[in-house]
């Protein structure tokens, strides 16, 4: 699961990369004022935007088993947001089988 979304946002950053390389070579004074509205950057910020919601469906989704809350940790890799979900998964666990 880490793999994929990880994937997604290195991808997403690539892409912006690639989209803003060639608008920082244009002169000084034929920048856009915004480059995100720049037609270039379309899909780089499409990519961003796609990758930040599956990290929020992922950090939002209650996982209802201990191994789903095992996975969740091990795919946030010490993020805090991931984390706090995963104390809050494994309370909600525990919880349920008092």
Do not use: C, Q
């Amino acid at each position: 699961m880490g793999f994929d979304v990880g994937h997604w946002r290195l991808g997403a950053v690539a892409a912006r990369a690639r989209a803003e390389k060639p608008l920082f070579a244009l002169p000084k004074n034929e920048w856009p004022v915004e480059f995100d509205d720049h037609p270039s950057m379309a899909e780089a910020l499409s990519l961003e935007k796609r990758a930040d919601e599956l990290y929020g469906r992922i950090s939002e989704t209650p996982a209802t088993t201990l191994s789903g809350i095992v996975a969740k940790l091990e795919w946030g890799e010490g993020d805090a947001e991931i984390t706090e979900a995963v104390i809050a998964d494994l309370r909600r666990w525990v919880r349920a089988r008092s």
